[in-house]
C-alpha cells in the first residue's frame, strides 16, 4: 500500500502543470491573403510579350497560380507572368492569379490582352528601326538627346550609340541645280540612353559614278542600309545605314528594275522573306535601285507588299506632297509599314508597303511637320520617321508610323 501511494504520487507530480505555462503572449492568428493591385488590362503589339503583375498580402510563405481563360498555366508561379509573343489569337484573352498561403486564398480580377499591329522582332534592323527602342515617353525630348544634322557631298558622318531618321529627299531642294555637287541632306539622330541596345548611324555621300563600288565596301552582317537618293544630274548621292554593334546576320541584295516592274520584283523579295528597306530611282539609267534584306534570325517569315507610286508627271509641289501623304496613310490602313521610299519630282516617289502574311490591323500613323509625337503602344515604341519629303516652293511632309 505504501509503495503503491509512493508510485501515485511520482505519476501526479510528473503530470503537473509546468511553471509559467500561459504567462507567454498569445500567438498572432494568420492573416488572410488580399489583393491589393489588380492586374491591369494591357494592350501589345504582337510579336511583344505582356506582362501581367499582382500585388498582395498576407502571412508568408504567399503561393501564386495564373491561369488563361480559366486554365493555369504551367510554371507561372510569381506575382507576375510574362506571356510568350502575343499573337493575333491571344487578343481578347483573359489573365487572372490565385494568391494562397496555408489558411487562405484569393482571387484576382480578369485582365484582359489585346493585340495591336505588329512590332518587328527585337534584333530586326529591316524595319520600323527606332521600335527597337524601348524608352519612357519624352525621352527624344530631352535635352541633348537629339540632333538635327546634315550632310553634303564626300562627307561621312557616324553616330555611336543612336537611332536616326532616314535622309531627307526631294531633289529640287536638296541639290542646287546644275551645279555638280551641291547638295545637302538633312536628318535627326536621336543618342541612345545607356542600356538600351546598341546601334551606330552612319550618313554617306560620295560621288555617283562610285556609288556601286561605294556601297559594296560597307556591305556588312551587321548593317541595313535603310535610306538612298541618287543625284546623277548633280553627280552624288548620300546613303544611311544603321550598325547593330551586337547581332546580326542581315544579307544585301541590289536590284534594279523598270518603275513597272517594282511591285512584282518586291512581291518576290517579301514572299521569300526578304525586306526592302530603300530605293531611288536613277534618273540616268531610268531604273529603280532597290536593296532588300534577308536576315538569319528569321528565315521562315514571309512578307506581303503593296507599292504606290504617288506625284509622277506632277508639276505641283503641293500636289506632290499631298499624293505621298494620301499614299503613307492608305498603307498604314491597310496594315503595312512603309518600308522604303523614294524618287524624284520628275519620274515621282515610290513608297513600298511591306507586312507579314496575314497582318491586316492598321497601323498607327501620324501624317504632318512633326518627326515624333507622344507614343501610345504600352512598350513606349516611338513613331518611326517613314517620309521626309522636301520640296522646292512646297513645303515638307513627314509621316511617322508605329
Known amino acids: ?20 505555462y500561459g504567462s507567454g503572449p498569445t500567438p498572432t492568428p494568420p492573416k488572410e491573403v488580399a489583393i491589393t493591385t489588380q492586374p491591369a488590362n494591357l494592350a501589345v503589339p504582337i510579336g511583344r510579350p505582356a506582362t501581367f503583375t499582382v500585388t498582395a498580402t498576407g502571412t508568408a510563405p504567399l503561393y ?3 491561369l488563361k481563360n480559366g486554365v493555369p498555366i504551367a510554371g507561372a508561379d510569381s ?22 498561403n496555408l489558411t487562405s486564398y484569393a482571387k484576382s480580377s480578369a485582365a484582359t490582352v489585346t493585340a495591336g499591329p505588329r512590332a518587328p ?12 527602342v524601348t524608352q519612357p515617353a519624352g525621352w527624344l525630348e530631352t535635352p541633348g538627346m537629339g540632333t538635327f544634322g546634315g550632310i553634303v557631298y564626300g562627307m561621312q558622318n557616324s553616330y555611336p550609340d543612336a537611332v536616326g531618321t532616314e535622309l531627307q529627299i526631294g531633289n529640287s531642294s536638296v541639290c542646287y541645280p546644275g551645279v555638280d555637287y551641291d547638295c545637302t541632306w538633312y536628318y535627326d539622330v536621336f543618342k541612345l540612353p545607356k542600356g538600351t541596345p546598341a546601334f551606330n548611324m552612319v550618313y554617306k555621300s560620295g560621288t555617283y559614278s562610285n556609288f556601286s563600288s561605294d556601297v559594296q565596301s560597307i556591305v556588312a552582317p551587321n548593317r541595313v542600309i535603310m535610306s538612298l537618293d541618287l543625284e546623277p544630274a548633280n ?12 547581332g546580326g546576320g542581315f544579307d544585301y541584295r541590289m536590284e534594279s528594275v523598270p518603275v513597272s516592274e517594282v511591285a512584282s520584283t518586291v512581291a518576290a523579295d517579301g514572299a521569300d522573306g526578304r525586306v526592302v528597306t530603300t530605293l531611288s530611282i536613277d534618273r540616268t539609267t531610268g531604273l529603280v535601285d532597290l536593296i532588300s534584306y534577308g536576315w538569319q534570325g528569321d528565315t521562315t517569315t514571309a512578307y506581303k507588299s503593296k507599292t504606290i507610286l504617288a506625284g509622277a508627271g506632277n508639276a505641283g509641289a503641293v500636289a506632290i506632297l499631298q499624293e505621298v501623304c ?18 524624284n519630282d520628275i519620274d515621282g516617289y515610290v513608297l513600298v508597303g511591306m507586312r507579314v502574311q496575314g497582318d491586316t490591323m ?20 516611338v513613331f518611326t520617321e517613314v517620309v521626309n519629303l522636301e520640296t522646292d516652293g512646297g513645303g515638307g511632309a513627314v509621316a511617322g508610323e508605329q
Not at 1 to 20: E, K, N, Q
Not at 121 to 132: H, I, K, N
Not at 326 to 343: D, K, R, T, V, W
Open 362 to 381: 492598321p497601323r498607327p500613323i501620324a501624317v504632318g511637320g512633326l518627326t515624333t509625337i507622344p507614343p501610345v503602344n504600352p512598350d513606349n515604341a
Open 79 to 100: 506575382a507576375s507572368y510574362t506571356t510568350p509573343n502575343i499573337t493575333l489569337a491571344d487578343s481578347g484573352s483573359a489573365y487572372q492569379v490565385i494568391v494562397s
Open 1 to 20: 500500500m505504501t509503495v503503491f501511494m509512493i508510485c501515485a504520487a511520482l505519476l501526479l507530480a510528473s503530470c503537473s502543470t509546468p511553471a509559467g
Open 121 to 132: 522582332a527585337v534584333g530586326d534592323l529591316r524595319y520600323l528601326l527606332w521600335e527597337q
Open 235 to 246: 553627280k552624288a548621292y548620300a546613303l544611311a545605314y544603321a550598325e547593330a554593334t551586337q
Open 326 to 343: 494620301n499614299a503613307a496613310i492608305a498603307l498604314a490602313g491597310e496594315g503595312y509599314f512603309i518600308s522604303a521610299m523614294g524618287g
Open 64 to 66: 501564386y497560380e495564373w
